[in-house]
């Protein structure tokens, strides 16, 4: 995700891993929902930030990411939109 702690991002496609999961995310998220504070979050927001928690907790495996080649690179709100 760009913005606060990540690098550019790429387009969901260049993975088949990747867009699997943005796809799946996609179809979980099918329209804005609204935050506990009232305001409308958007489908992207959502998506780019469960998406985000995945790649965080397979680049934070190490006995995964040291048995298998899995890379799961950054994406944003506009990539995601590109599907």
Sequence with gaps: ???HNAGPAQWPNTSRLVE???VKLCQIYT???K???GS???RWT???ADYGKIRELVVNND???QRTGIQLF??????????
Excluded: D, F, Y
């Design 63 to 65: 006995s995964l990411m």
């Design 20 to 22: 699997a999961i943005c």
């Design 31 to 33: 329209s804005p929902t």
């Design 46 to 48: 959502r998506e780019a």
């Design 74 to 83: 950054s994406i944003n709100q506009h990539t995601l939109g590109e599907l």
């Design 1 to 3: 995700m760009i913005g």
């Design 40 to 42: 409308s979050v958007s």
């Design 35 to 37: 935050s506990p504070s």
